[in-house]
Nanobody
């Protein structure tokens, strides 16, 4: 019903920046929340940033002050601007959206931070 396509992952040095982009298509009229999750190898998937339908936002403590999620409610896109990257940010990052029925996931994009 909803499809999510991500782009922007890559390899960066510690202290660098990346911008991830996600575009939703399909039955976009019903989307409520959009945001980002990440999953490091061998660990559980964790919520990073959510922009709700009422335009309020939430950030994980681990990224607050370094990452910024920006959502365009007309284009049904959400961007994750990542600054001050550290090794602990290395993970596969997933775009997320939900509607009244269920949640939806993008395919994931790899972010690797090295020094």
């Amino acid at each position: 019903q909803v499809q999510l396509v991500e782009s922007g992952g890559g390899l960066v040095q510690a202290g660098g920046s990346l911008r991830l982009s996600c575009a939703a298509s399909g039955t976009v009229e019903g989307i409520n929340d959009m945001g980002w999750y990440r999953q490091a190898s061998g660990k559980e998937r964790e919520t990073i940033a959510i922009v709700r339908g009422d335009r309020s936002s939430w950030y994980a403590t681990s990224v607050k002050g370094r990452f910024t999620a920006s959502r365009n409610h007309v284009e049904n896109t959400v961007i994750l601007q990542m600054d001050g990257l550290i090794a602990e940010d290395t993970a596969v990052y997933y775009c997320y959206a939900n509607d009244w029925r269920r949640g939806y996931w993008g395919q994931g994009t790899q972010v690797t931070v090295s020094s």
